[in-house]
């Protein structure tokens, strides 16, 4: 699975709610949706991903290192 998609997931999973950075990445771990001994840089993968993703309209940044779905109807997620 590829970052965005994981933090993308977890997201939906997690919804309504915003998660710091960190929260996605530790929910995308423990469930196994990224693998640290497959895939390489975890969190700049992930910080990356979702920096696209903000520009893209699939995740807003609610404040600082914070991500949450848009409402529906007003992005790609």
Same mark, same amino acid.
Request: aromatic share 6%; proline share 6%.
């Given at each position: 699975?590829? &970052?965005? +998609?994981?933090?993308? %997931?977890? =997201?939906? +999973? +997690?919804? $309504? ?6 929260? %996605?990445?530790?929910? !995308? =771990?423990?469930? @196994?949706?990224?693998? $640290? &001994?497959?895939? #390489?840089? %975890? #969190? #700049?993968?992930?910080? !990356? ?7 893209? @309209? #699939? ?5 600082? @290192?914070?991500?949450? =779905? $848009?409402? $529906? @109807?007003?992005?790609?997620?």
């Amino acid at each position: 699975m590829d &970052f965005l +998609e994981a933090a993308l %997931i977890v =997201l939906r +999973e +997690e919804s $309504p709610a915003a998660l710091h950075w960190t929260v %996605i990445q530790d929910l !995308a =771990l423990k469930r @196994g949706y990224l693998d $640290p &001994f497959a895939q #390489r840089d %975890i #969190r #700049r993968n992930l910080l !990356a991903a979702l920096a696209t993703a903000t520009r893209d @309209g #699939r995740v807003t940044k609610t404040s600082k @290192g914070v991500y949450a =779905l $848009p409402p $529906p @109807g007003t992005g790609l997620a």
